[in-house]
């Protein structure tokens, strides 16, 4: 990523906070990690990380273009999927949880991980977000593999 893609990336994500400079105040001077609101210019449909990680797979097989921004939280294993604001969207699955409107998200800057935070794949500053279509069939499919790793042996 070039410094600029840092830069708009930064200003991207700030904007969802109620105050741009204080988050990235806190980005840079703080803990590294800022409370943004969802719902505003995005949603987060957070997944168990093994689930999270395999859909990420999926994308990056199955799309010609980079996936959307992804978030990893090591200490609650989750992964995050941003997608665009949709306050009805259902999405159900075992361990599926959608933040949107009313709902606070940590996220670290997009250029360093801050403690169990990390970008898989950072926002560039397009506004570019996993869009939901694509993003519930690589679910589908990387749950699909799941159930199959794990299905207890035949004897």
Not at 41 to 56: A, N, R
Not at 59 to 69: A, E, I, K, N
Request: proline content about 12%; some cysteine; hydrophobic content about 40%.
């Amino acid at each position: 990523m070039t410094s600029a893609m840092w830069t708009d990336g930064v200003e991207w994500l700030a904007a969802a906070a109620p105050n741009p400079r204080a988050c990235k105040r806190a980005w840079d001077q703080g803990s590294g990690i800022a409370l943004l609101e969802a719902g505003r210019y995005w949603d987060v449909l957070s997944v168990p990380d093994q689930l999270g990680l395999l859909t990420l797979d999926v994308l990056w097989r199955c799309d010609l273009r980079t996936p959307g921004p992804t978030l990893v939280d090591t200490a609650a294993h989750r992964v995050g999927f941003l997608l665009p604001p949709d306050p009805g969207g259902q999405w159900v699955g075992s361990g599926v949880r959608h933040a949107s409107k009313g709902s606070w998200v940590a996220v670290p800057p997009p250029y360093r991980p801050a403690r169990f935070l990390e970008w898989l794949i950072p926002p560039d500053g397009s506004g570019a977000l996993h869009q939901p279509p694509a993003l519930e069939t690589a679910l589908r499919r990387a749950n699909g593999t799941l159930s199959v790793l794990t299905a207890p042996p035949r004897e």
